[in-house]
């Protein structure tokens, strides 16, 4: 297998995969029509550099050869992986995958970032593209959710963790896979209780930051609550606090319209909370922070701590290990 990898889309996300790729010594071809993409895709890139290398304690591969090709044509082909990641239009990503088909490789891996779609959607015309959705920064955070075909998401995952990523297989196609369901629980709340006055969108984070986020990073959300439980566990802490699902204290169900006042509302309160750091001011003390947290996870192996040891034993010479 050539370890070159085309990148379809050059924003945020799809900046981020080529970053992932690049610095474990993949070559990336890279399309994107935007004038600014190489810019954008440098300042990511720098990031990705400053920060993915303090994971590990063991030299990670040269790094890999950045092209921007004029077309997706020439992008795709003789890759070993295609990502998508253009904007999240249905209509768009079937004209961008249809071309994707007719020139890349027949056993390249087709991935689509969507954080929406399902691949019955993304193939509704023809078509064999899977689901790799990441999330941001995608150089460091990793985990990428794999939906679709077995055999094709199979060597996807065997792909994903040679560049120190966490697939995650999801069991059924479901609207917005998994983790973006979670988070969307969280943002809907959150936006009620901002619009009722109840906390401002810096009281929200502090609320997530100082508390069940710390536990979140090593324990998740079960394995917290089994905790929870004390010495009877699981079962206990459900007999104990499963009633209460039953009380209104929750929105869940219903979202506040975004109304402009609404949009001015949080605009203006997350200017106030961090409108002092430019975004990639805010971008490095982020990374910063990840880095130090996972490496703190490395010493237990907990989280994705224990992805970075595997990872790291790969990148080791073979004498060494």
């Known amino acids: 297998m050539s370890k070159k990898a085309a990148i379809v889309g050059g924003g945020v996300i799809g900046g981020g995969w ?14 994107d029509p935007d004038p600014e993409a190489e810019r954008k895709i440098d300042e990511v890139l720098s990031n990705a550099r400053r920060s993915l290398p303090a ?14 090709r004029g077309s997706l044509a020439e992008a795709v082909a003789g890759v070993s992986w295609v990502q998508e990641s253009v904007p999240e239009r249905l209509d768009l990503k079937h004209k961008v995958f249809a071309q994707i088909e007719k020139s890349a490789p027949a056993d ?10 399902k691949p019955s959607e993304l193939n509704a015309q023809g078509g064999r593209a899977i ?3 990441p999330f941001n920064p995608v150089y460091l955070l990793p985990l990428v959710e794999l939906v679709g075909d077995a055999a094709e998401t199979g060597r996807a995952a065997d792909i994903l963790r040679g560049i120190g990523m966490f697939p995650l297989t999801v069991r059924k196609e479901i609207d917005a896979h998994i983790a973006d369901r979670l988070l969307e629980a969280v943002w809907r709340e959150s936006l009620w209780l901002v619009k009722d006055g109840v906390a401002t969108t810096e009281e929200i984070d502090e609320a997530i930051r100082m508390g069940f986020g710390l536990r979140w ?4 959300l079960f394995e917290t609550y089994r905790i929870a439980g004390g010495e009877a566990g699981m079962r206990h802490f459900m007999a104990q606090f499963g009633p209460a699902l039953a009380w209104p204290w929750t929105k869940l169900m219903d979202v506040p319209e975004f109304t402009d006042e609404l949009v001015d509302l949080i605009s203006d309160q997350s200017d106030a909370q961090s409108g002092h750091m430019s975004i990639r001011a805010l971008e490095r003390l982020r990374d910063d922070n990840l880095v130090g947290i996972m490496r703190v996870l490395k010493a237990s192996g907990s989280g994705a701590g224990g992805v970075i040891n595997k990872h790291e034993a790969a990148l080791r010479p073979e004498k060494l290990r």
């Open 18 to 31: 080529a970053a992932r790729f690049l610095l474990n010594g993949w070559d990336v071809a890279l399309f």
């Open 131 to 133: 689901v790799a959705h």
């Open 108 to 117: 390249a891996v087709l991935g689509s970032s969507t954080s929406g779609f």
């Open 217 to 220: 990073a090593q324990m998740g």
């Open 55 to 68: 994971l590990y304690d063991q030299a990670m591969p040269d790094e890999g050869r950045l092209t921007f």
